[in-house]
């Protein structure tokens, strides 16, 4: 969709409507993206019963994941999936079933999705959201996987929605990245934000620090020096976000720039973090791209790392392309002497 030429206002339909016109080809794309904007709509609207709506945190089985599921993320499975049926979609990778669900045989498309996102601010009225991805169907009886081991490049398609105060649909058809914002009384999505440029540096920076004592020697020689301010090598004052929901603290960064950091620790299980590839990086990381930011698993760039399990994990720095150049430093340092690349040891690293 080329965001240049879209209108402050116009609702999703007419943007995808106007894409597919200058691209024939995006048809079935636009396709599975009204299906996903059309089950976020069902899902905000039980999100903003809160309480009223039920439990939505009650507790069910374990997801694929070792996770317990709650009412809230069987219902956005279900929704979401539902809706997915609906439109020329092949397969889901879905962080609620274990295996690919097959939904239309010889569709064209397959779906990446984690139909609810940030699963510990259920309940308390916190941000929560829905992240997903559209490939080329790929997948053949000697290859099942097939539609999803590829690299995070070959998405035609990424979004997230956020079920905040206001409920944003965000979205990339690889020309850009368009904020939306759902108009509840029209019941329908509106363009509020263009084309997004994020920062090339900010002063933000999110992490769980909780898990400070488990990381490795990189990270835990950029959040020292965060944490040295002005004083230290970076050279400038920092402030700390943790909103415990990947696409609410993703928003801020694409609005506001900054840098994410979910990585690799010692805890067990948690070498490669706790994000997912297939339905929360890559999908992240091609808005990130399409907004001029940037985002690395430390040493590579997330988009062009394929997957070997639909449920795989990989650590995830993103954010302001300046600042997550900076954390590439320290990894690219982490051989150093001490641990410490001496380039590091110096004020004014990030000046030049
Ligand atoms: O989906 C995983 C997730 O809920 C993300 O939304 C969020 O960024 C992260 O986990 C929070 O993890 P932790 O509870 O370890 O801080
Ligand atoms: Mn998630």
């Known amino acids: 969709m080329s965001s240049a030429s879209l209108e402050i206002g116009s609702s999703l339909d007419a943007c995808l409507a106007q894409a597919v016109a200058a691209d024939g080809t995006l048809a079935d794309v636009a396709k599975v993206i009204a299906a996903c904007a059309a089950a976020a ?3 905000s609207e039980v999100i903003g019963r809160g309480a009223l709506a039920g439990d939505l945190a009650a507790q069910g089985e374990q997801n694929s994941d070792g996770d317990v599921q709650k009412f809230l993320d069987v219902l956005a499975h279900e929704r979401f999936t539902e809706a997915l049926r609906g439109a020329p979609v092949a397969e889901v990778a879905s962080e609620e079933a274990e295996g690919v669900m097959l939904l239309n045989a010889g569709a064209p498309l397959a779906v990446a999705i984690d139909p609810l996102d940030g699963s510990s601010n259920i309940g308390v009225n916190m941000a929560v959201g829905t992240i997903f991805g559209i ?8 290859n099942p996987l097939g539609s999803f081991t ?7 398609a990424a979004g997230f929605v956020t ?3 206001a409920t944003s649909f965000v979205l990339t058809l690889g020309d850009g990245t368009q904020i939306y914002t759902l108009d509840r009384e029209q019941r329908s999505f509106r363009l509020t934000h263009p084309r997004i440029e994020v920062v090339a540096a900010a002063k933000e920076y999110a992490i769980n620090a909780s898990n400070a004592r ?3 020697t990189p990270v835990k020689a950029f959040i020292e020096d965060c944490l040295r301010g002005a004083e230290g090598p970076l050279d400038k004052d920092f402030n700390m976000r943790w909103l415990g929901s990947l696409v609410a603290d993703a928003q801020r960064v694409l609005l506001r720039g900054g840098v994410f950091l979910y990585p690799g620790d010692n805890r067990k299980g948690y070498a490669q973090g706790r994000l997912r590839l297939l339905y929360e990086a890559a999908p992240i990381a091609m808005l990130m791209e399409q907004a001029g930011a940037g ?3 430390g040493e590579r760039r997330i988009l062009d790392i394929g997957a070997t399990g639909i449920h795989e ?7 302001s392309m300046d600042d997550v150049a900076c954390v590439a430093k320290y990894y690219g340092g982490r051989n150093a002497a001490a641990g410490r690349s001496p380039l590091f040891g110096q004020r004014g690293l990030m000046r030049g």
Do not use: K, N
């Open 41 to 43: 709509i069902a899902v």
């Open 135 to 142: 490939r080329p169907t790929a997948s053949s009886p000697e």
């Open 150 to 156: 590829g690299p995070g490049t070959l998405q035609l």
């Open 163 to 165: 079920y905040g105060p």
């Open 214 to 216: 488990h990381w490795d």
């Open 295 to 297: 985002a690395i698993d």
């Open 313 to 319: 994990r990989v650590p995830l720095i993103f954010g």
